[in-house]
């Protein structure tokens, strides 16, 4: 079933794809069918971080909005210790009429074998959201895709879940 856009979730951080993902998303609600579509920007903090933490949300908000004019944008903090599960958290709202219809992340910049051992962010939000998510990344060269279809993938295959099952 068909749902017009109303509301895009933008988890953002320091790394360039965040920027990205902003005009990404920034993009598709100035084309959405309903206007205005809001786009609501997240930042996850420690708990506790206080001023801190609000002052580095407010960069890294200043950094991602760098060039973007948009009127329907708003900006949070928001505190927790898990980010993954912060940003899930968020997105299904206080209710379901409240819930975002669609995540825009940008992939982590994290280095490949660091990926590997601790997983992957923008991924794990992506398998386990309930609505549609957009990750965004520049692309790769050819040495990271080539050792990504070598080393990451065929050592992750047998992690997958499958949903299969046989009777």
Known sequence: MYRPLRSILVPVA????????????VSMARSGENQPVAVR???VVP????QVGQLRAEQIFTHVMEGIEF??????????SDIANTILRYAQGPSLEEAY???VIGATNEPLFKNLLVGNLSEKVAKEAHVTVVVVK???SRLHSFLRQTVLEPSTNGLVK??????
């Not at 320091?14 to 998303?25: I, L, T, W």
């Not at 009127?71 to 927790?80: F, L, M, Q, R, T």
């Not at 499958?162 to 009777?167: D, I, L, V, Y």
């Open 14 to 25: 320091a790394g360039p794809n965040s920027r990205r993902a902003v005009k990404v998303a």
């Open 41 to 43: 920007l997240i930042h």
């Open 47 to 50: 708990p506790g971080a206080g």
């Open 71 to 80: 009127d329907s944008i708003d900006k949070y903090a928001v505190e927790g």
């Open 101 to 103: 219809d669609l995540i």
């Open 138 to 140: 520049r692309r790769s």
């Open 162 to 167: 499958s949903n299969n099952s046989s009777t």
